[in-house]
């Protein structure tokens, strides 16, 4: 009678790698199987350069707008309103002098957030106070009242996340 050369382990080893195996073997590797071709369902993204206002509305329908709306998260602020800006994270906003804006915001995350209108070029100072108060609550919005842009206005930003929440402002004179 031969010595049985394999222990139950080992078989139960064998058996498991072989099993693990044949369940890679039916995956692609990164470069099998790849459809280059673009997926009909997927909407493309405009491409515009949101550091140009302009690509995204002429200057006459930017000077119809005095208030924006945000979705706040750690990641940007995503506009919502206006229509143009809709989906886009932090777009630069075309804003005119002797026009007031309200800033509106809703948590979407839960996170600390505020916002506030920046000299970026005087190390984020908030200019002329307009800034709000930090809040966490997810769902709850705010509004930053009757911003009177003037030129030393730069960015809007959340002073809790000032590298990802910025968008820049063009102030103009009308």
């Known amino acids: ?9 080992t078989v139960a080893k064998l058996a498991g790698t072989t099993t693990v195996a044949a369940l890679l073997a039916g995956c692609p590797d990164n470069n099998d199987d790849v459809d280059d071709e673009p997926d009909d369902d997927v909407d493309d993204e405009p491409d515009v350069d949101v550091e140009d206002p302009e690509e995204l509305a002429d200057e006459e329908e930017w000077q119809e707008v005095d208030e924006f709306y945000f979705e706040g998260r750690i990641e940007a602020w995503t506009g919502v309103e206006p229509e143009f800006i809709e989906g886009l994270d932090n777009p630069t ?3 005119f ?7 509106t915001w809703i ?6 957030h505020n916002i506030a209108m920046w000299d970026q070029e005087e190390d984020g100072d908030v200019v002329d106070d307009f800034a709000t108060e930090i809040m966490g609550d997810e769902g709850e919005e705010q509004t ?6 003037t030129d030393e206005m730069t960015h809007y930003v959340c002073e ?6 910025i968008g820049p402002l063009e102030v103009r004179s009308e």
Do not use: C, I, K, W
């Open 93 to 95: 906003l075309l804003l």
């Open 97 to 103: 002098e002797d026009q007031e804006y309200d800033f």
């Open 1 to 9: 009678m031969r010595p049985n050369r394999y222990s139950r382990r």
């Open 107 to 112: 948590n979407e995350d839960g996170a600390n």
């Open 144 to 149: 930053l009242e009757s911003v009177e842009p």
């Open 160 to 165: 809790v996340h000032p590298t990802t929440q």
